[in-house]
């Protein structure tokens, strides 16, 4: 079975810590993103990345990074949390040509 | 640009009625267009997918039609199922273009009672 794996289901974070979100996918993908999903606002795409050490910014980049060292590993950073970064973060995988793999999500509570 | 368009729920349905969800789409290229499925609690899976016009793309009873003339890719079942309450995504994407990320609507809720 294809697996997108992120590291918590659920973290409480204080304002100004650095977070960081990990995914893993074990199915040699070359495409990864990162979204956050809230209540009427649907899916926004924050970052993605086509290969190892490339990225691109999504629609809502402000705040966040990502890191892309190794192929199966998609990490997004708030450097510095804040409340209006507490959401549900959702990490996403896929080939050229292929469906997209979601991981289970991750919620994050910045209090 | 791409955009996705899907219309605004909450859906409430009575179990075995007729379901749409409207989704209609801009897009510069050719793209392959989706439907994900969230139930409570869990990430998005993939419903069904069309990658050219006038594909029909079908699973679990559900189906859309890739519309190029009218760019819409409206979900339909014929009778829904509580099991089938989940907030619906429509989405697309252009694989001939390097890096081009999934674009998604805002999803639709459905709730369907007994």
């Known amino acids: 079975d294809v697996k997108v794996t992120q590291s918590s289901r659920y973290l409480v974070k204080r304002t100004g810590e650095k977070v960081f979100l990990e995914c893993v996918q074990d199915?040699?993908?070359?495409?990864m993103f990162w979204y956050r999903q809230d209540p009427g606002l649907g899916l926004r795409l924050i970052y993605f990345?086509?290969?190892?050490?490339?990225?691109e910014k999504g629609d809502i980049p402000e705040g966040y990074s990502v890191s892309r060292e190794k192929k199966e590993r998609f990490s997004l950073i708030l450097e510095s949390a804040s409340t209006n970064q507490t959401s549900m973060y959702l990490c996403a995988s896929r080939d050229r040509g292929t469906q997209a793999f979601f991981g289970q999500g991750t919620r994050l509570t910045v209090v | 640009g791409n955009s996705v368009t899907q219309m605004e729920g909450p859906v409430t349905l009575s179990e075995e009625a007729f379901l749409t969800i409207n989704c209609t789409y801009t897009?510069?290229?050719?793209?392959?267009l989706f439907w994900y499925v969230q139930y409570p609690g869990e990430g998005l899976q993939l419903l069904l997918k069309a990658t050219k016009a006038d594909d029909k793309g079908s699973n679990k009873g559900f189906e859309a039609t890739y519309r190029k003339e009218t760019t819409s890719f409206h979900l339909e079942k014929g009778s829904v199922q509580v099991s089938d309450s989940a907030v619906y995504f429509c989405?697309?994407?252009?694989?001939?273009?390097?890096?081009?990320?999934?674009?998604f609507g805002k999803g639709t809720t459905l709730s369907v009672s007994s």
């Open positions: 897009a510069t290229g050719y793209p392959s």
């Open positions: 199915m040699d993908h070359e495409n």
């Open positions: 990345s086509y290969d190892v050490k490339m990225k």
């Open positions: 989405a697309l994407t252009i694989f001939n273009q390097a890096g081009t990320a999934l674009i």
